[in-house]
Each structure stands twice: as structure tokens, then as C-alpha cells.
């Protein structure tokens, strides 16, 4: 085993045993096997029929997605997706030599002799695994894009081809273009099923009655719950990147959506515990758990942990009875905070203040912008985003997406005329959401995203975030400020070209930072 693709990862090696997150070195093993796989049957592909085609991409979306850090612990479901790459590869008349294992060689250290060309291999890797998870939303609701699915395949099949250093960053950059396409997507397909996102307040109290606690990302899910749920005197909480759903007209007017519990993934292990209630897992984001809530925790899609109970779609539709009656025979959750977060500040709420905006920064109420977004981690280093966004200066508005948000949307930072010092556009794929926004605030001031009184403060944790810092490169952002800590899997070799050529920069302490983006 030799995983370094998420932030917790070991510097300099990788985990090489077992994860940090909790992966099994056999899981990790089986995982490569499954990537290798969906390689050689992107290899295969060209000649495929249109139904086997479209087969063949639904099976490469939902298993990339299945490698996501903190998604899929079970090595039975794994096993199982490579035993539908064989089955594929028989519909193309083809035997998969490496679903059977063998001799081959799966690990990152096979993508490529070469340290930074397999540096740049594993960028576009772990760019394909965000794509992956955010064209599988976007398919849940039924949205498709060819040009997605032809690129993910085309992506797979060049990591273990014999390419350049140029070749592979033009490549990479293509993943950006194509991922920012795939975001549109996803954009488009929520706001049609459920509405525009509406500036909403919501509660992280509790109330009296049993609840269903919901984490993850999958609105699909979270709908079909709701439905579920209504007039059974059980209510749903969101966890994580679920708050984001409160926002949505289609879903806002359940009323058992009672509020949103808890913060950032990595606190799951005590906030689930509190609970009390099922707790169900829709995508990435789930850890294994503890034993004081095992037993009351569901897995639904691409998330899998042994021994939990895992809940399959039969005919497009999932039934969440179990949990509805486990939930009922359950305490009402142990309120750990009562705060009201405002959320919802998606593309098109935010340029319905365009005017507002562009006013108050003509007249210096605000003086910057600084995006921070991303993703939240255990790491003791973040409390740094805490600190630096408790020292920004009072005329000086955040804009967040992703549940790096947990940070600080719950400091009491208040208002500029209005506007929030704190600007939520959503889940981690609403990041494009925020290059709506300042693409529209750039025309407003005639000039280019570069030009705007903006800064990037990034904090990754995992591939999702990968793709987003490709898409950001794409779109021709410059200077970003990347942490807690940069890749392992990039190199010296690679971090020169990306900081000569975009700017990219490590942080360091809050107040050095300020200065070096500008935030005075």
C-alpha cells in the first residue's frame, strides 16, 4: 500500500500500512486493482456499442467515485466493481487481465518510472475521482454530458501511456476545462429539480422529536428521505455538506427538515455519537465509526462501510423504512449548539446583489474579497483558517463554498449594508458558483478575475478539491493561496511550474498571509 492522495496522508511516503483515514492497506490494495481495471477497459472502449458505452461510463463514475478518501471501506463492494469491469470487458470481447490481478503492478509507483511525470499522472488521477464525484450528482438527477464521460476515459487511458511532462499539464489542464463543464452541469441540475438557491436562515438546535441524521452531498437521497419521512413524527437533519439543501425552495418546504446538526466531517465520531438517531451516509465524507453509533448507521450509493447496514436502489428507487423505524424507537438528538447560520448566497442570489456590491466597493465599504473555500480536515494547522478569518479587517467579505465554511460561519462576523461578512454559496461544488460571481463582478469593473479586489485562501483535504484547483488554473486564476499543507504526490519539479506559471503559494502564518494577498 501506497496512498497519498488526500492531505492527511503521511509527507514524504504516503500511508504505507494502513490510512490515516482508516483504510485497511487491503482496501487500498483492492482499490488500485479497480483503477487499473477501469484503465485498461478505457483502453478497450473504442469500439463499444452505445448501450454498452453508456454502461461502461456509469460503471467508471461511480467506481472512481467509490476511491474517494473517506467514501468506501468495504473491499466486498470493491471486489464487486471489479468484477463488473470483467463483465465488461467480456461485452467487448475482451478478457480483463487485470481484474484477476496477477503479477501486475497497481500501485502510483507503476504510473510512471519518472517522479514528476508520475507526479503530474496522479493530478490527473485524482482530478478525474472530482469529476467522477460530481458527474454522479449530476446523473442521479439525470443529467449527462458525453463530453464528460469521453474525457474520463481518455484520462484513465493516458496514465499508462508514454507522455511528456508537456503533454500530461495540457491533459491536466483540459481535466479543469472539462470539470468546470461538468460543475455547469451539476449547477443546472440541481437548481431544476429543486429551484434556485433562496438566502435562508437555519437553526443548529434541536427539537423534541426522534430524528434521521443526513450527511454526505446527495440531494437526490435527502429528497427521497424527506418524502419518506413526512408524517411519521420523525425529522431530518442535515450534517456536513448537506446544509447547503436548506437553501433549496424544493426542499426548504418539508417541514420536517428541522435544521442542520453539527460541522465538518472529521467531528462525525462524537457529534454522530450525540445523535442518538440513524445516521445515514449518502456519499464521501463518512468515517468509520464508532462503536457507540454502528449500529445506526446506514450507507446508501457509493459509500460503504462493513457491517453497516447499506441501502441499495431497486427499480430507481431506495426505501429508508429501517431507518424510519429504528428512528422512532430512538431519544430525540443531545443539542450541541443553538445558532442560526445564513446560507444561500448560490450565483444567482449573489448577483441579485450585484448592484449593492459593486456600490459598496465603489464607496470602500468593502475593500476585498477573500474566497475560502474548500474542504475542512483534522489537522491542528486549520485552526489557522479560524484565526485569519477572525483577524480580516471588518470591511473585508468571505466567500465560501465547501465545508471548510465550519471554520468560521458560526463567529459573529456581521454585515456590511446588508451584505454578510460571510458569503455561503453552497457544497464544495458550488465553487462554481463563486467563479459566477466574480466573473460577473469583473465585468461590472471592466477588468478580469485578477483585477478584482479578490483573493484565494484554499484549504484542501481531497480529490474534489483537486479538480476545483484544476478548474480555478483553467479559468486563469492567479496567486492562490493553497494549505494547510501542499500534496505530497506533487513534487518540487511540479510545484516550480505551477508557481511560476500560476502563482500558486503555500500559507504560512495569518498576518504574513494578509499581506501577501493584499489584506491591509
Known sequence: MRCNQCEETIAGTGCTRNGVCGK???????????????????????????ETLAEIDDHITDS????????????????????????LMGKLGETCDKCTGGDFDFSIDAYDSDADLRSLKQLLLYGLKGMAAYYHHARALDGSDPAVSAFMRRGLASIRKDLTAEELIAICMECGEVGASCMALLDRCNTEAYGKPEVTRVKT?????????????????????????????VDVYTHGEMLPAHAYPALKRYKNLAGNYGGAWYKQKEEFASFNGPIIATTNCVLIPAES????????????????????????????????????????????????????????????????????????????????????????????????????????VILTAGC???????????????????????????????????????????????????????????QKAVLVLLVLLKLGVKDIMLGPRLPTFITPNVLKVLVESFGIKPNSEPAADRVTLHIE
Open 205 to 233: 438546535g434541536v427539537g423534541k422529536n426522534p430524528g434521521i441524521l443526513i450527511t454526505g452531498h446527495d440531494l437526490k437521497d435527502l429528497e427521497t428521505l424527506l418524502e419518506q419521512t413526512r408524517g411519521t413524527g
Open 24 to 50: 485497511r492497506a487491503e482496501t487500498a490494495e483492492a482499490m488500485d486493482r479497480l483503477i487499473g481495471t477501469l484503465m485498461e477497459l478505457s483502453e478497450s472502449s473504442a469500439g463499444a456499442s452505445e
Open 293 to 396: 453509533y454502528r449500529g445506526r448507521l446506514f450507507t446508501t450509493g457509493t459509500a460503504g462501510i462493513p457491517g453497516a447496514k447499506h441501502v441499495a436502489s431497486a427499480g430507481g428507487r431506495k426505501d429508508f423504512s429501517e431507518a424510519i423505524a429504528m428512528a422512532k424507537g430512538c431519544a430525540p438528538p443531545t443539542e450541541i449548539d443553538d445558532k442560526v447560520l445564513t446560507i444561500g448566497f448560490a450565483h444567482d442570489q449573489a448577483l441579485a446583489l450585484a448592484g449593492k456590491i459593486v456600490d459598496a466597493v465603489k464607496s470602500n465599504a468593502i475593500r476585498r474579497f477573500v474566497v475560502m473555500a474548500g474542504c475542512d480536515g483534522r489537522y491542528k494547522g486549520r485552526t489557522y483558517y479560524t484565526e485569519f478569518a477572525e483577524q480580516l479587517p471588518e470591511d473585508t
Open 64 to 87: 472512481l467515485f467509490m476511491t474517494l478518501s473517506n467514501t468506501n471501506f468495504d473491499d466486498a463492494r470493491i471486489e464487486a466493481g471489479i468484477a463488473k469491469s470483467q463483465e
Open 404 to 462: 471548510a465554511k465550519y471554520r468560521y460561519n458560526k463567529l459573529d462576523l456581521g454585515e456590511i449594508g446588508g451584505i454578510p461578512r460571510v458569503v455561503d454559496a453552497g457544497q464544495c461544488n458550488d465553487c462554481y458558483s463563486l467563479v459566477v460571481i466574480a466573473d460577473a463582478l469583473a465585468e461590472a469593473f471592466g477588468t478580469d478575475v485578477n483585477g478584482l479586489p479578490l483573493s484565494f485562501n484554499i484549504s484542501w483535504y481531497e
